[in-house]
């Protein structure tokens, strides 16, 4: 346009610049990675078919154009390139040793895959970070982990799926010392104000991502992702960047505290278990049920410094006596 595009400014007009003009129209136009054709057009989609027929979908010849992954000149398009077995998209959790990025541990990459496949293998490493906390009373167990794990999940799923592919940045996850954050490309769409993101009004900037994530049961419906986050966290855990969103999640300060206890200090002592392993099985229990309840994986371990010696100490007793190893045998307090 002759003699350029201006934006107001207060009372004033101030012209805008190439990158202005490109990020407004980047933020105006929605679902276009249907639009986009792929930079490889030798892809398979072996893996997203077997988690379709997983599902109990019939696998029918025209699966890749039901699913919007080819365009309309029969040419695949970025859906598909993010949705083949192969691609180049890369995505990377990082660890660091402090609060800031100095001082990188590991970086691992789960890219170059199916996207669903990478979105569950992000979702598999957060959740081993996500340490947890276990305080035993005689009465109960009570787990906290560093992050309420659900909304940590939804976050990383709505970064996957609302992230902007068609700038080549991918979503980027990192681990610090007192936080987990989640940081996607493409900010909120044009039409979407921050009261409607927080309102869970849903626009879905890549559509036919979302479908694919829905028909796989990696998401329920247009924005309970964002209402189950909001249930257990308020705003001032996200931030608005003209080009980013960025999600942080502080760790709770009593799991921190309790992990950093040495073994000896932590209320995971014997005679609390006994104590646990009593008032849990007033009601018949087997061996499986009492090992999870109180925290233990060993069976060995289990049988011989808790079981046994609460058998010959005649405070529980089988339910099954007559057949010792029998299947169904349980233990119940005396």
């Known amino acids: 346009m002759r003699g350029g595009i201006y934006v107001r400014v207060g009372s004033s007009k101030e012209k805008m610049t190439t990158e202005m003009i490109d990020n407004l129209y980047a933020r ?17 989609f072996k893996q997203l078919k077997i988690y379709y027929e997983g599902q109990g979908n019939t696998i029918t010849n025209n699966f890749e154009r039901n ?31 402090g609060t800031n990025k100095v001082d990188l541990l590991e970086n691992y990459e789960f890219g170059y895959c199916f996207l669903i496949k990478a979105t569950q293998s992000v979702i598999d490493k957060m959740t081993v970070e996500n340490k947890r906390s276990a305080k035993i009373t ?23 799926v609302h992230n902007d592919y068609s700038s080549g940045i991918p979503p980027v996850f990192e681990i610090f010392s007192d936080r987990f954050t989640i940081t996607s490309y493409g900010g909120l769409p044009q039409e979407i104000t921050q009261e409607d993101f927080f309102n869970a009004v849903s626009a879905p900037r890549n559509k036919e991502l979302m479908r ?20 257990v966290y308020d705003k001032s855990i996200f931030e608005f960047l003209p080009n980013f969103l960025r999600i942080s999640f502080y760790f709770d300060k009593e799991v921190l505290e309790y992990l950093g206890q040495t073994e000896q200090d932590k209320p995971n002592k014997k005679e609390d278990k006994i104590e646990l392993i009593l008032e849990f099985c007033k009601t018949s229990k087997c061996v499986k049920e009492i090992m999870e309840y109180i925290g233990l994986k060993h069976r060995t371990t289990f049988i011989y410094n808790y079981l046994n010696p609460l058998l010959e100490q005649e405070k529980i007793q089988m339910t099954i006596p007559e057949k010792t190893k029998s299947r169904n045998q349980k233990y119940i307090t005396k």
């Open 212 to 231: 694919v994530f829905k028909d796989v049961d990696l998401v329920e419906q247009l924005g309970s992702g964002m209402e189950r986050i909001m249930c």
């Open 28 to 44: 105006r136009v929605r679902n276009s990675l249907n639009k986009i054709e792929s930079p490889r057009q030798d892809l398979i």
């Open 67 to 97: 699913l919007e992954l080819v365009m309309e000149n029969g040419k695949y398009n970025y859906n598909g390139y993010l949705l083949a077995d192969e691609n180049g998209t890369s995505i990377k959790v990082a660890r660091y040793a």
């Open 138 to 160: 005689s009465k109960t167990r009570i787990e906290k982990t560093l992050v309420d794990s659900k909304a940590l999940k939804e976050a990383i799923i709505n970064a996957m």
